[in-house]
């Protein structure tokens, strides 16, 4: 209970009074573990096209993925399709 009716601008004023002053934010860390190398070790990635659909892009030849005959190539695909093709591709890698 207060001994007065609290405005808002009395109220923002002491929130205001509270908040620390922003300061310089120190250098970026990359904090080591699983998340930093899995994206070196994934050579097949999803990229969003312009047209709104997805690819499953190489990163080691830096285009869109195919087969090793060059017929199929993993463009113009849903989200849920890309992601499953990266996730086979990456794993068929693995294995070899």
Same mark, same amino acid.
């Given at each position: 209970?207060?001994?007065?009716v609290?405005?808002?601008?009395?109220?923002?004023?002491?929130?205001?009074a509270?908040?620390?002053?922003?300061?310089k934010?120190?250098?970026?860390?990359?904090?080591?573990?699983?998340?930093?190398?899995?994206?070196?070790?994934?050579?097949y990635m999803?990229?969003?096209?312009e +047209? =709104?659909?997805?690819?499953?892009? *190489?990163?080691?030849? @830096? /285009?869109?993925?195919?087969? %090793? +005959? =060059?017929?199929?190539?993993?463009? *113009?695909?849903?989200? @849920? /399709?890309?992601?499953?093709? %990266?996730?086979?591709?990456?794993?068929?890698?693995?294995?070899?």
């Open positions: 209970m207060t001994d007065h609290w405005s808002v601008a009395d109220i923002v004023s002491i929130i205001e509270a908040e620390r002053a922003p300061a934010r120190g250098p970026y860390k990359i904090k080591s573990g699983f998340s930093t190398s899995v994206a070196h070790m994934t050579r999803v990229r969003r096209q +047209n =709104g659909k997805f690819c499953v892009w *190489d990163t080691v030849v @830096d /285009k869109p993925a195919e087969e %090793a +005959n =060059g017929d199929l190539r993993y463009i *113009d695909l849903q989200l @849920d /399709k890309a992601l499953d093709c %990266a996730s086979s591709l990456n794993r068929d890698k693995a294995k070899n």
